[in-house]
């Protein structure tokens, strides 16, 4: 009797013991773990850098002409649009014992790897099943085995980021200072991984810390593309794993709440029609500035490398060996310049908040850096033409002058002002609005990033107060924000 009596505290105890953790999941978490969730973007945003800035020279050095290779970023939106608010649906309701956001998280990082290495691989596999290396010829099965991986890395980003942003919100607990430091350093790191992407794209020797990537079907540019992923990869799994087995997420249990449980069983397209229902005119007047904008930043964002190959240094990716030559120099140009507007965008959102103080209010800042975007994109026109002049005096293969490769990355850099406006301030406005319609943040946001046509992965929301936009009070007044 004494021993079984001895043995059930000791019981008890270790039932606590095992609780304690659970029940500390209801408190905001302590800032190591939040940072470590958060520098997952890191790695994340390390492989979108590589992706904008490489991939789409590289589609036309398989093949895939010019005027087509647009149509390869087709997948974005078109998984954006469909996994995206599946991934965050059913996160939200994941009743797995490993908790809602880590499986997903862990299934993402996962699909990333698979699909580096299918598009790094891809004119080695399209080589070993028959593809021809002329120069004027299309490798049909490598652009096929670059396309399949190319909508995987999609889709994995999509179901990686959404829940990685969920987790952080679950970490914070409501806690609005914690809140908005999470969001901060996901941004923070988000800036890091684009940092360390362009200037990886923009060295051009980084093949030779990989022997093994130059094959045969696998050029210098080829090889340098895949030892940047083999980076990239390796940086996500480090964060990722790290991260994961660091900080635990909390099981989620519909019975444990009765709103929960009815919330549970509302249908999937009925939660996201029943967000647009109830969308008010402040939030339709987002929505569509939003896309209008998302129209003039997608053709400098899919083609700013291609742009800096072609029209600023002279070449072309199907050309003889020094037109490609050119061509890659411009593209490796491009990817500093992009190096540059990240770290502009670095430093710009941590001022945000405070600048949009300053000119009076979150609609007047959107609203002049949209002028400064305008300006920007006009101005690689009269780049372009510079560049042309420049080239009928100096010879085709010259490249451009200092002052106007000074003037092109100058643009890259300036840039990153309205960049970095464009990932905040559409967020945190439709998280104002949604809570004011009640169509709740989770809601409003799916629906913004399907007008935006683009990924939260190099989004966030955070809260602002600007004036008389206060997202921590309800009571807004809707006349002084549009």
């Not at 580096?116 to 290396?133: E, N, P, Q, R, W």
């Not at 994995?156 to 980021?161: V, W």
């Amino acid at each position: 009797m004494g021993a079984f009596e001895t043995e059930k505290p000791a019981k008890d105890a270790a039932v606590v013991e095992t609780q304690s953790p659970e029940e500390d999941l209801n408190q905001p978490s302590p800032l190591r773990k939040i940072i470590s969730v958060a520098s997952i973007a890191a790695g994340l945003q390390f492989g979108w850098a590589l992706q904008l800035s490489l991939l789409t020279p590289y589609v036309q050095l398989l093949g895939i002409p010019h005027k087509w290779s647009s149509l390869i970023w087709l997948c974005g939106p078109v998984s954006g649009m469909i996994v995206q608010p599946i991934v965050g649906y059913h996160s939200d309701r994941c009743t797995s014992r490993f908790g809602r956001r880590r499986p997903f998280i862990a299934a993402g990082a996962a699909l990333v790897a698979v699909a580096v290495f299918l598009i790094g691989y891809a004119a080695d596999f399209g080589h070993k099943m028959g593809d021809k290396l002329e120069q004027d010829t299309a490798r049909v099965r490598a652009i096929g085995i670059f396309a399949f991986g190319f909508w995987i890395l999609d889709v994995a980003n999509n179901t990686l980021q959404g829940p990685c942003r969920a987790f952080l919100a679950d970490l914070s607990a409501g806690d609005a200072k914690r809140t908005r430091v999470a969001n901060g350093f996901f941004s923070f790191f988000m800036a890091v991984g684009n940092v360390l992407g362009y200037a990886a794209g923009s060295y051009s020797n980084l093949h030779k810390m990989f022997p093994f990537a130059m094959t045969k079907a696998c050029d210098i540019y080829c090889a340098n593309l895949k030892s940047c992923f083999f980076l990239s990869i390796t940086l996500l799994l480090i964060v990722t794993v790290s991260s994961l087995w660091y900080v635990k997420d909390k099981q989620w249990s519909p019975a444990v709440n009765s709103g929960d449980e009815k919330a549970s069983k509302v249908p999937f397209f009925g939660e996201i029609f029943g967000a647009f229902k109830v969308m008010q005119r402040p939030m339709w007047m987002l929505l569509m500035v939003t896309a209008l904008n998302w129209i003039a930043w997608f053709p400098f964002l899919l083609f700013d490398t291609d742009w800096m190959g072609r029209e600023v240094y002279g070449g072309d990716s199907g050309g003889d060996a020094g037109m490609v030559k050119q061509y890659n120099k411009g593209v490796h140009a491009g990817a500093l310049g992009l190096m540059l507007q990240s770290i502009v965008l670095l430093f710009m959102s941590l001022g945000v908040e405070w600048i949009g103080r300053k000119v009076g209010g979150a609609k007047r800042l959107w609203g002049i850096v949209n002028f400064i975007l305008a300006i920007g994109l006009a101005m690689t026109v009269l780049v372009s033409k510079l560049a042309a002049e420049h080239r009928k005096t100096a010879g085709e293969l010259a490249g451009p002058s200092s002052g106007v490769r000074a003037g092109a990355l100058s643009l890259f850099a300036v840039l990153g002002i309205p960049l970095a406006i464009t990932f905040s301030i559409p967020f945190a406005l439709a998280s104002i609005f949604s809570n004011s319609s009640g169509a709740g943040q989770g809601g409003g946001l799916v629906v913004l990033r399907q007008f935006q046509r683009r990924y939260g992965p190099r989004t966030f929301y955070r809260s602002f107060k600007f004036g008389d936009c206060d997202t921590t009070n309800d009571n807004i007044t809707w006349r002084r924000i549009f």
